[in-house]
């Protein structure tokens, strides 16, 4: 049992309900522990950092009120779900403790559930919540909007806490059709260079498994030798004609891979901007390559990833 059984009384019940509700008109959507810092100016939009900030406040009531705050959640579950976002409970063996978008998904174990593209999601959480390079969990997937029947992409941000009784769990949330921030890319390529720094070239398979957490919707970790050598490629098969790294050009003639390697010479990473035609609009928009030098085996090489440039509001 999750709840103490003294609160199967339904006056206790209210009792708590009371207190916890009390908490959240209290610290409402600023709740912070004392010497606690939430630094959201890595994020260019408003809908991330609102996402961000939802999470991180149910997480401090979670952590506050323990196991017991579950059943306020669920007396409140409105409250934490609105039109962009929802908040969900989850035990570290992927048991679902709450969740305000799909109720009938409390009480299950979901560790062993995957995406439509094969991500297995919770397991990509305990992953993003164990990376130094990644402060607030972020996980990018697809899920199922509730009451639709088709998924849609997905990115989800979660804080790991600590609860008075000594369980360990996390909270989360997630937007649907999320903007591609910088700090996505970031996080990505980052986390890639200290996979390579732990396990050498045994990483490079695990970086580009298009099931894993360097691979996202139009995102992919890509590693080269400052020579243009591909160790993992930015497509996904290029047997058949081979790609020259280092010659490929932007819309308007900017050699994009060349002139950042040529940066790196003097910079450890490097953030470059180019033009690339829309797919979507058939029009030429603002791309950004995130660039970063490291070794193998002894020789330098280079990694990265390409995103979109994030628009001002």
Same mark, same amino acid.
């Given at each position: 049992? @999750?709840?103490?059984?003294?609160?199967?009384?339904?006056?206790?019940?209210?009792?708590?309900?009371?207190?916890?509700?009390?908490?959240?008109?209290?610290?409402?959507?600023? !709740?912070?522990r004392d010497g606690d810092a939430l630094d959201l100016s890595v994020y260019q939009y408003r809908?991330?950092?609102?996402?961000?900030?939802?999470?991180?406040?149910?997480?401090?009531?979670?952590?506050? *009120?323990?196991?017991? %705050?579950?059943?306020?959640?669920?007396?409140?579950?409105?409250?934490?779900?609105?039109?962009?976002?929802?908040?969900? @409970?989850?035990?570290?063996?992927?048991?679902?403790?709450?969740? $305000?978008?799909?109720?009938?998904?409390? *009480?299950?174990?979901?560790?062993?559930?995957?995406?439509?593209?094969?991500?297995?999601?919770?397991?990509?959480?305990?992953?993003?919540?164990?990376?130094?390079?990644?402060?607030?969990?972020?996980?990018?997937?697809? &899920? &199922?909007?509730?009451?639709?029947?088709?998924?849609?992409?997905?990115?989800?941000?979660?804080?790991?806490?600590?609860?008075?009784?000594?369980?360990?769990?996390?909270?989360?949330?997630? @937007?649907?059709?999320?903007?591609?921030?910088?700090?996505?890319?970031?996080? !990505?390529?980052?986390?890639?260079?200290?996979?390579? *720094?732990?396990?050498?070239a045994a990483a490079l398979a695990e970086i580009a498994d298009p099931t894993s957490g360097f +691979?996202?919707?139009?995102?992919?970790?890509? $590693?080269?030798?400052?020579?243009?050598?591909?160790?993992?490629?930015?497509?996904?098969?290029?047997?058949?004609?081979?790609?020259?790294?280092?010659?490929?050009?932007?819309?308007?003639? +900017?050699?994009?891979?060349? *002139? !950042?390697?040529?940066?790196?010479?003097?910079?450890?990473?490097?953030?470059?901007?180019?033009?690339?035609? %829309?797919?979507?609009?058939?029009?030429?928009v603002k791309k950004c390559l995130y660039l970063r030098k490291t070794r193998l085996d002894g020789?330098?090489?280079?990694?990265? !990833?390409?995103?979109?440039?994030?628009?001002?509001?």
């Amino acid at each position: 049992m @999750i709840a103490c059984s003294r609160f199967s009384h339904p006056l206790a019940l209210m009792r708590l309900v009371a207190a916890i509700s009390a908490l959240l008109l209290v610290t409402g959507c600023n !709740a912070r522990r004392d010497g606690d810092a939430l630094d959201l100016s890595v994020y260019q939009y408003r809908d991330t950092r609102d996402l961000v900030r939802f999470a991180y406040d149910a997480a401090r009531v979670l952590e506050r *009120g323990g196991l017991d %705050s579950l059943a306020a959640f669920r007396a409140h579950r409105n409250r934490y779900r609105t039109s962009e976002f929802y908040l969900y @409970i989850y035990d570290m063996h992927g048991k679902n403790l709450f969740h $305000a978008g799909m109720p009938r998904l409390e *009480g299950r174990n979901l560790s062993g559930l995957s995406d439509i593209n094969g991500k297995r999601v919770l397991r990509l959480i305990v992953q993003a919540l164990d990376d130094p390079d990644n402060p607030h969990g972020w996980v990018h997937y697809s &899920w &199922w909007e509730p009451g639709k029947f088709y998924p849609v992409t997905k990115s989800s941000c979660h804080f790991r806490v600590k609860t008075p009784e000594g369980e360990v769990l996390f909270a989360g949330a997630g @937007i649907d059709y999320p903007h591609e921030e910088k700090e996505f890319v970031r996080i !990505a390529v980052d986390g890639a260079v200290a996979l390579i *720094g732990k396990k050498g070239a045994a990483a490079l398979a695990e970086i580009a498994d298009p099931t894993s957490g360097f +691979n996202f919707r139009d995102v992919r970790v890509f $590693a080269f030798y400052p020579d243009g050598e591909l160790l993992i490629s930015p497509v996904l098969d290029d047997r058949a004609v081979p790609l020259r790294l280092l010659e490929c050009r932007d819309e308007v003639g +900017n050699p994009i891979f060349a *002139g !950042a390697v040529k940066r790196l010479e003097t910079q450890d990473r490097v953030w470059s901007v180019f033009m690339a035609r %829309s797919r979507y609009q058939r029009q030429l928009v603002k791309k950004c390559l995130y660039l970063r030098k490291t070794r193998l085996d002894g020789k330098v090489i280079c990694v990265g !990833a390409v995103t979109d440039l994030p628009q001002p509001p």
